[in-house]
């Protein structure tokens, strides 16, 4: 009764297989298709899963694509601009000349362009132009794109384990054998497909279907087909069972993504916050170059007045030289001021992925509209409300802007938006599970394994015999138990002690990541403070040095002052206005770097934000306005 059983089972078992094993055969050789068509089926697999992943981990779903821009700000300038490269690869990829041999790769879905190399004034850039040319032609933004597809890619791997894989296989073969009396010659043709199913609880089903046609040349010329199909079950019963031991490769590769997947928000949000504070930063050398120049045509026009005193005996030649004196020093300063800005503009050019010698600039008129963001606007709309007793400047002094909030307020936010800190805590229990996983080898095994295999097969040596049939009367049938006892485990003893102090490291490591992001809160709020107090005294010191200057070049005129006094009054300016310039720049750069640090700076794929405001305020869009929606 038990074989009959069994033979019924593996009936069964043959008869499925057979019908998977016909279909496949009507399926076209993959051998068939070309490198584009796999490049195409991998990109539609991976896309596939990012954009699921995305919905489902971030709760959005936006374009992605790793293809570089078909015509890119990068080409665009060193074309148009004639400037030196080493070679097609300084314009990209897909300006490399072909190699021998190299493949048709395809086409990618969509052509990508790039925007930025659309724009009529590209070499004029705003902050919003800057943002989406270094997501268009970022290096590092682009690894962290390639990292997102190479994770889906794995995860794609690791779930084809767990789906019904075919393999099959052909060949022909001429034997001649001259050893016994009779000489034989003759062709043995052979083909098989083979089929394997892994469950993830971890039972394992194989079959294997085999056809094979032998034909002599010799003697009878006989000729015989054989036809043989074998199925294999294996189901662990102890170690190496269950869905959470043999799902643990799967379920990494998923986790693995959805790290990929913050990684690459994270890596926006520090890019982005980059960006606009090394533009800020470039924007404020070009302001202490105008600052120079300003200071350096009012020292030589007080040279020339200084002069005409002297000549008309009402000053003397060593306030003339001091006047000289500091003239040549501004030029000097100038000089040293332009040269930075030029540095520093060079160094952005990199961070965009840029030509360091490419001819663009940066637009002026972005300065100006820090002092109209959110943050230093707050206090600035009373000041006309003055009473005479300093009314305004208290109030300035005792405003705040709505992302200068308590401590603990933003700690809270940062721990609940942060994602590099979600994906240290999911490291956490990654190394939870790895330690069951290690547990689980320390335990004895017990295997159950059933077998079956019905026709047989022909070589030259059986060629006269009757054509094989499948019959499953005639079937060979196993069943059996495989106990692995747990003896020797010293390999499995270590594993399971490192998993231990893994688990420790990671657990350390989420502390120590805890730790820092309250440290960059603290630190952000507090440069957001102080750049407010430098700010609102950075005003007061531009109008008092204004002031001085004025009334200095009355009293020089009126022959109560010194040259020295006019010299120290525009040297005062040219501080106070470069002074107030930096204060404007830190405090937005605190501002954006508050927003990256507590985890709510939305960045697209494009490179555009959107800045949180709390709820009592409008939002801030990335030009610095507010939005009325």
Known sequence: MKLLRMSLFFKRFFKAASALTAGALLLPLSGCRS?????????????????RAQQKVLDKSEPFAIEPPADTLRRKLLLDQDLPHAG??????????????????????????????????????????????????????????????????????EANQFRSLLAGDAGSEFEANYRGEDNIRGVANQGSLSWQRRLKY???????FAVDLVKLLTLERSSSLGLMADATITIPLLRGAGRHIVGEPLTQAEQDLVYALF?????????????????????????QVDNAEDNYRRLASSTERAQRLADAGRLPQIQVDQSVQDELRSSDRLTSARQSYAGRLDQFKITLGLPVDAEI????????????TAGLAAGEQDKDKDDGNGAADRDAATARGPLEMDSRQAIKIALEHRLDL???????????????????????GLTVKGGGAIGESRSLSSADLPDARLRFDEGVYSAGLNLDLPLER????????????????????????????????????REMLQARESYRIQKQSLSVAERRVDSTELFLEAGRA?????????????????????????????????????????????????EYIPADHQPVTDSGEKNDE
């Open 361 to 372: 600039e940066l637009d002026r008129d972005e300065l100006p509209q820090l002092a109209r």
């Open 35 to 51: 490198p584009a068509d796999y490049r195409q089926q991998a990109d539609r697999t991976a896309y596939g899963i990012v954009e």
């Open 490 to 525: 010293t390999a499995e003893r270590n594993a399971w002690r490192n998993s231990l102090i893994a688990l420790e490291r990671a657990v350390r490591d989420t502390q120590n990541l805890e730790d820092q992001i309250k440290l960059e809160v603290r630190n952000s709020l």
């Open 263 to 287: 990684n690459f928000e994270r890596y926006k949000q520090n890019l982005s916050a980059r960006v606009a504070t090394e533009y800020m930063s470039v924007i404020q050398q070009l302001d």
């Open 88 to 157: 097609p690869a300084a314009l990209g990829s897909e300006h490399l000349p072909a190699i021998p041999h190299w493949p048709d790769t395809g086409a990618p879905p969509t052509p990508a362009l790039d925007p930025a190399a659309a724009l009529p004034e590209i070499t004029r850039l705003t902050l919003t132009d800057t943002l989406q040319i270094a997501a268009r032609n970022n290096r590092d933004y682009q690894s962290r794109k390639e990292d997102v597809f190479r994770a889906a890619l794995a995860l794609d791997l």
């Open 202 to 208: 971890g039972t394992l089903l194989t079959t294997h």
């Open 562 to 610: 010194q040259v020295r006094d006019i010299l120290e009054a525009q040297e005062a300016l040219v501080s106070a206005r470069n002074s107030l310039t930096a204060a404007m720049v830190n405090y937005r750069a605190a501002e954006i770097k508050l927003q990256r640090d507590i985890g709510v700076l939305a960045v697209d794929t494009d490179g555009r934000w959107q």
């Open 422 to 444: 979600r994906a240290a805590l999911g490291r956490v229990y990654d190394a939870q599970r790895h330690a069951v996983v290690a547990a689980d080898a320390l335990r004895m």
